[in-house]
């Protein structure tokens, strides 16, 4: 798992991986590719329950969003699922797209947890 740095925490709960992305603004590529990386290298690393609590992230970008695709994506192939949790900042995003049926939604980690 990648260390916990100011901008990404992960917890373990059980067999739930929980990643907080704490940055406010998703949308320079630097960024994006960035915690694409630490989130691939923690699916890789075996995870199949995934959380993705975007809490503290106000602007997410298309690229962002396809990210998460490719993860949830990866994460079915292999019979694991990836919940978003606080997706109240990329709701117009999925709208605009049409990909909010490709995610399980909560509202906070908690009720995302009742998910799997």
């Known amino acids: 798992m990648p260390p916990e ?3 990404l925490v992960v917890r373990k709960h059980g067999d739930i991986t929980i990643v907080r ?5 998703l949308s320079g590529s ?7 990386r630490e989130i691939k290298q923690i699916v890789d690393a075996g995870v199949y329950k995934l959380i993705v609590d975007l809490k503290y992230t106000k602007f ?3 690229a962002a969003l396809g990210t998460l695709i490719e993860v ?13 949790s606080h997706p109240e900042h990329i709701m117009p995003l999925l709208k605009v797209t049409r990909t909010g049926h490709l995610f399980q939604i909560a509202d906070d980690p908690t009720a995302a947890s009742k998910m799997f």
Do not use: M, P
């Open 72 to 84: 949830a994506q990866q994460l079915n192939r292999k019979g694991g699922k990836l919940v978003i």
């Open 30 to 36: 630097f960024d994006i590719e960035r915690i694409s």
């Open 60 to 62: 997410f970008s298309s």
């Open 21 to 25: 992305i704490k940055t406010e603004n």
């Open 5 to 7: 740095d100011n901008e």
